[in-house]
Every structure is written in structure tokens, then in C-alpha cells.
């Protein structure tokens, strides 16, 4: 008879909601019921399966797990500007084991950041911050804005657990006491629940953000705006003057905002008006993630080299230069000379130039499952699934780190615990004392 257990405040690793309140019912090693999750993540844990593979494939051959991290370590060690990319889908303690690799071996470490929200994090450190956890948005804000985003098909539960339905300490009749707000430059399905939809021209939101920020100022606006934006003078003073007489507001951004003209520009200009706000009411300001652990793998690369993503440690030292650094550019540059990709797969996404470079040259991959990026690979691991099978942290979209409870265990390693292995193997090949001060 099959063991059947319930796993309680389990935590979806889906995408970067992190809904830690899903319970899970387990048989075997089959996740069967995932309640409180969307159709996302009812899909992320009942469509798991432990596959019958090899824990390492080197040159496309079965080989042993130590045979594999001696071959990645030689290839990390021999390479002269090797990349480390991906950690987006994968605990903090892995990724920490990433950025000592980079350390030890002077490599260039970017994450998925880099093709994503990449410009926000250019913007944070331009213009600052005004932010707040989901927590306290749910509690106050009586006026939500998304920008360039479509969470009713990206994030399900966003609406329903952070910020447009819940019932909160201080709006207390949950969307009865909200008006919702959606600019975008189509109409998708989470306009259906908006009070007001903004439809903006592509590529023109930074001139719609500085016409908002003139605005808040009391300064003139051209009448031209609506033949420059798309949007109605009349519609930009509507908006502002409920920004500016809402109790809290909140303006969540997605990649509409920040993958499109103007980029780092744009999530400035929208960082900048809540600024401006502030002089007025509380209002703050979230980008909204996509991967479970994109925003652990930013605070992760913070707090280990002062810098989000695109770090290069080749002068022995952290750089941090966008364009330069970033993964994509060094590969459709032909410039890095050999691979780590760890729960990516940038094979089935880069642009051609970069995925032709990235066959050219060795190619680690740490991934679960089979992916573009693990069949070119020179060394490929199979590892088990952060969230299902191995615990760990992880940070949620706002910045709060929460702990997996893993649903059952796998035959597959971790990430962490394949990185642990190539960083002490390669500290050996090295000569390079570890942290308890052993010599090799």
C-alpha cells in the first residue's frame, strides 16, 4: 500500500509570488493534490516526476557523479573568461556556492536578471527605492497601478493573495474599498479586473511616467501627449489626481515596462514619480518577478559582491557593467570560452548568435529535467527540484526569504550539493585553501 502524507504550508517555487500556504498530498514520490495552488502551480507539483536518468552525462556518456564534477572542475579551472549563468530556479545556498566558484576561478556570474528585470536593477541604484513587502501592501494600499504586466495569466495569485481582493487591517472590505489600475499597450486578460485600463502606444511609457511626474508637480503638459502616447491629457490628470489623494498606493512594474524602449529609463522615470508622490501620500513602488528565486539570487549576488547580476571577477575583484558583463552580449560577443549554466536553459531562449557560441565552446549544465542547454552540454547533472525534493531559501518577489518544506525526497543531488563539490574540487586543482583552512 502507497505511504500517503500531507505536507502543510508547503512552498510554491513556481514563479516569484512563492505562495508558502499550499497543501500538499503526497504518495510515493507523486504529488497528487496541491490545494490553495493556481492552475500554475497545481501543474508545477502534480506533473512532477523523478525520471529514471543518469545522476551525469560527460560527452554524452553515463559517468559516475565524481567523475563528472572532476570534469567540470577541469573545465572551469583550464578556461580563461568562463560564464556562470542561470540561478534564477534554485536555492540561495546553491547560488551562493556559484558566486565562491566565480570567486575562486576569476569568471563572470550573471543571472536571469540580466534578460528581465535587469534595467530596474540599473534603475534601483540610479534613482532608489520606495518599497514595502506584499504583507503590507494587502494591508493598505487602496489604489493599485500594474504597469507592463499581465499577472492574471503570469502570477494567478497575485491578485487574489497580495493586492487586489484580500481583506486587509486598514481596507477592510477587500476590492470594495481598491480601485485598480492596468496601463498597458494591449488589452489582456487581467484588464477584466481594473477599475480603470490605461492603453498606452508601444515603446511610449517613458513619455507617459514624465508626463505623470509634470503633472504631480502642478507643471504644464502639452496637449499633444495623446497624438504622442496614446493616452488623453484628461486621462493623465484622472490618474494623478487619485495617485495623489489615495491613503496608499502601489505601483507594481513588469517587463513591459522594463524589456522595451527606453528600458533602465523607464523603470526610472516610474521610481522617480513615486518619489514624487511621497510629497503628497505614501506610495510605493515593486517589479514584479517572474522565476521562484530571481529575487534571491539578486540579493544573493548583492550582499556576496555588491552587485545584482553581470559581476565579473576577472581583475580578482567584483565589476559590475551591463552590456559588458551580461551573458547574452559575452556569447553573441564569442567571448567567454566555457559554461556553468544552472537551472537555465539559455540554449532554447538567447538570441542565434549567443546559443551559436554556447555550442562552440564546454558547456556545464545543472538542471531536473532535459533541456536544449543540457543536450549540448559537455557535462550535464541531473538534480533534484528546489521546492519539491530539496529545502533551502528562497526570496519572494518582495524581498522576503522563506524556507521550503520539500514534499518527498530525490535520487538526484542538489544544486547545492553539486556546486559544493565542483567548488572544493576546483580549490584543489587550484591550490586555494577553503574556508576551514585546509591546504590540497
Same mark, same amino acid.
Given at each position: ?183 498597458? =499597450? #494591449? ?6 479586473? @481594473? /477599475? ?6 508601444? %515603446?511610449?511609457? &517613458?513619455? !507617459? ?78 517589479? =514584479? #518577478? ?6 534571491? @539570487? /539578486? ?6 559582491? %555588491?552587485?545584482? &547580476?553581470? !559581476? ?129
Amino acid at each position: 500500500m502507497t505511504d500517503v502524507r500531507v505536507v502543510e504550508n508547503a512552498t510554491c517555487t513556481f514563479c516569484g509570488c512563492v505562495c508558502d500556504d499550499i497543501i500538499l498530498t503526497v504518495e510515493g514520490d507523486r504529488i497528487t493534490q496541491a490545494k490553495n495552488a493556481c492552475t500554475l502551480g497545481k501543474a508545477w507539483f502534480t506533473e512532477h516526476t523523478i525520471e529514471d536518468r543518469p545522476v551525469a552525462l560527460v560527452d554524452g556518456r553515463e559517468a559516475a557523479l565524481q567523475e563528472a564534477v572532476e570534469a567540470a572542475a577541469r573545465i572551469l579551472v583550464e578556461s580563461r573568461f568562463p560564464v556562470i549563468y542561470g540561478l534564477s530556479d534554485t536555492t540561495c545556498e546553491a547560488q551562493r556556492e556559484a558566486v565562491a566558484i566565480a570567486d575562486y576561478i576569476g569568471a563572470n556570474i550573471d543571472t536571469t536578471t540580466s534578460v528581465c528585470h535587469g534595467p530596474s536593477g540599473i534603475a534601483f541604484q540610479g534613482v532608489g527605492e520606495s518599497t514595502a513587502t506584499l504583507g503590507e501592501i494587502k494591508n493598505r494600499a487602496d489604489l493599485v497601478i500594474y504597469w507592463g504586466g499581465n499577472p492574471a495569466e503570469a502570477h494567478p495569485r497575485h491578485f487574489t493573495r497580495y493586492s487586489v481582493t484580500p481583506k486587509g487591517m486598514f481596507v477592510p472590505r477587500g476590492r470594495k474599498d481598491r480601485t485598480v489600475v492596468l496601463v498597458d =499597450v #494591449r488589452r489582456t486578460p487581467s484588464a477584466r479586473a @481594473a /477599475d480603470i485600463f490605461i492603453q498606452v502606444k508601444p %515603446g511610449k511609457d &517613458f513619455e !507617459v511616467l514624465w508626463a505623470l511626474r509634470a503633472l504631480v508637480k502642478g507643471r504644464p503638459v502639452p496637449s499633444f501627449i495623446e497624438e504622442e502616447t496614446g493616452v488623453p491629457l484628461a486621462t493623465l490628470q484622472d490618474l494623478v489626481e487619485r495617485m495623489k489623494n489615495c491613503r496608499y498606493g502601489v505601483l507594481f512594474f513588469g517587463m513591459g515596462l522594463t524589456m522595451t524602449r527606453g528600458r533602465h529609463f523607464n523603470s526610472g522615470a516610474l521610481l522617480a514619480l513615486v518619489t514624487d508622490l511621497n510629497e503628497y501620500t505614501h506610495f510605493v513602488a515593486k517589479p =514584479v #518577478r517572474g522565476h521562484g528565486n530571481v529575487t534571491g @539570487a /539578486d540579493n544573493v549576488l548583492s550582499w556576496q559582491t %555588491g552587485f545584482p &547580476f553581470a !559581476v565579473n571577477f576577472s581583475r580578482g575583484f567584483p565589476r559590475f557593467n551591463p552590456g559588458e558583463f551580461t551573458t547574452v552580449d559575452l556569447l553573441a560577443r564569442g567571448e567567454a570560452d566555457a559554461a556553468l549554466i544552472i537551472a537555465s536553459d539559455p540554449a532554447s531562449n538567447f538570441p542565434r548568435p549567443a546559443i551559436e557560441h554556447l555550442r562552440r565552446i564546454p558547456v556545464i549544465a545543472l538542471d531536473p529535467k532535459p533541456t536544449y542547454t543540457t543536450d549540448i552540454a559537455k557535462v550535464a547533472f541531473t538534480t533534484a527540484t528546489y521546492g519539491i525534493n530539496v529545502a533551502g531559501t528562497v526570496y519572494r518577489m518582495d524581498d522576503v526569504p522563506i524556507y521550503l518544506r520539500p514534499a518527498f525526497p530525490s535520487p538526484y543531488p542538489s544544486d547545492e550539493e553539486v556546486l559544493r563539490a565542483i567548488k572544493v574540487r576546483v580549490c584543489e586543482l587550484l591550490d586555494i585553501p577553503l574556508p576551514n583552512g585546509k591546504h590540497h
